[in-house]
């Protein structure tokens, strides 16, 4: 795979019209459902364009081949997560829950919010190894969730012993984001719920037990 193809060049149509926007995002959401099941490798134009119930020729008049499909499927997966996580953390009052309980609240929300595509996620493992293009956009959705992280602390700035709240807001959204991958995707074997349990009590001490 050529990793530094310049997907922004091509020369594919981009719809205006709402039928062809409709194609389009019918497209993209075929393919995301073929790359969540199969995998990047084991899916082709042909399947994609199959499943999204359009010609061939018509896919390739929206994208020009699978890569740039997949890169906007992965665009998508970002947002919705993104969306999915806002909405499920806008239901919560950080600034009045008890501190411990917050936590653990925090850490299902993070869970619900992979309910977006599981799979699509445990393809990006492998993609963002192997492709450029796909580093950056996970890199940057990354760096998103860790501004996020320190703006939820900030709620709770006032009674927080750690002395450098953007460092210990990276301590706490690292090893949050270790124990939701886990009980994501690594999960067999486990007591799920211990290790939660655990992981809330690390984090509620460290960040308020003086």
């Not at 799979?119 to 860790?146: C, K, P």
């Not at 210990?168 to 799920?192: C, H, P, Q, T, W």
Request: proline residues 0%; hydrophobic residues 40%.
């Amino acid at each position: 795979m050529n990793s530094t193809k310049n997907t922004t060049e091509s020369t594919t149509r981009k719809p205006i019209q709402d039928r062809s926007i409709k194609t389009r995002e019918a497209i993209v959401q075929a393919a995301m459902k073929l790359f969540s099941e199969a995998g990047y490798h084991r899916t082709n134009t042909k399947q994609i364009a199959a499943a999204a119930n359009v010609s061939t020729g018509s896919f390739y008049s929206y994208f020009t081949d699978k890569r740039e499909v997949f890169m906007e499927a992965l665009k998508l997966y970002c947002h919705q997560f993104t969306r999915q996580l806002d909405s499920l953390l806008q239901e919560m009052d950080f600034s009045n829950a008890d501190k411990l309980t917050g936590i653990k609240q925090l850490i299902d929300c993070l869970v619900r919010s992979h309910d977006v595509y599981i799979g699509f996620h445990s393809e990006l493992t492998a993609m963002y190894e192997m492709d450029s293009e796909v580093r950056s956009l996970i890199d940057t959705q990354m760096a998103a969730n860790r501004e996020n992280a320190k703006k939820y602390l900030y709620t709770w700035k006032d009674e927080l012993k750690v002395g450098d709240l953007d460092a210990a807001s990276i301590v706490v959204f690292e090893a949050l984001d270790r124990l939701v991958d886990m009980m994501v995707f690594y999960n067999k074997g486990l007591d799920l719920e211990k290790i939660k349990a655990e992981t809330a009590d690390m984090i509620y001490v460290y960040l308020f037990v003086r």
